[in-house]
């Protein structure tokens, strides 16, 4: 293997290229190997126009660096954003509502919750009635009911635990 041919870092680069690419499809997310399979597949479309080897290395070092610092805060914008976004029903945590019909007192007990535009079956969350016209505040999201507590008394909105993927609750 000659390494000042240029046929044998066609390969040695397209090898990288794979190599970095698979890296990252393994830990995706983060776009840090996908900076180098960048840089790799730059060196080697220069290696392929027959660019000595020393230019390639040097443009896989540059290309790669400004990779890195274009995709790794993308990378961790995207996770932070992924974590908190609410997506489905859990859009609704933390929301302002009206109550419709009383929801009863007693567990599993529905009354009727109008949050913005949508209606949803609606149990409180501390299991006394709440009255018709009473501001409430949904804490969670258990399958298509709202778990709603008043408005003026509310705690800090808690994390879903139901499945709903959204949608009228009624």
Known sequence: MDLNDPETWRWIW?????FFALGELSVPGS?????FAIG???ADALAFAGVTASVQW???VVVSGAS????????RRMDRSGAQSNVGATRWLGRTGTVLTE??????ETGLVRVEREEWRAESVDGRAIVAG???TVLRVDGTRLIVGPADAAPPAATGSGSAEGGSGS
Not at 103 to 108: D, E, I, M, R, T
Request: glycine content about 12%.
């Open 40 to 42: 790799a597949a730059v």
């Open 68 to 75: 890195l610092a274009v995709l790794v805060p993308i990378g």
């Open 58 to 60: 040097l443009v896989f």
């Open 103 to 108: 929801v009863p007192g007693g567990p599993h």
């Open 14 to 18: 397209l090898g990288a290229v794979v």
């Open 31 to 35: 776009f840090f190997m996908l900076s």
């Open 134 to 136: 009473t501001h409430v």
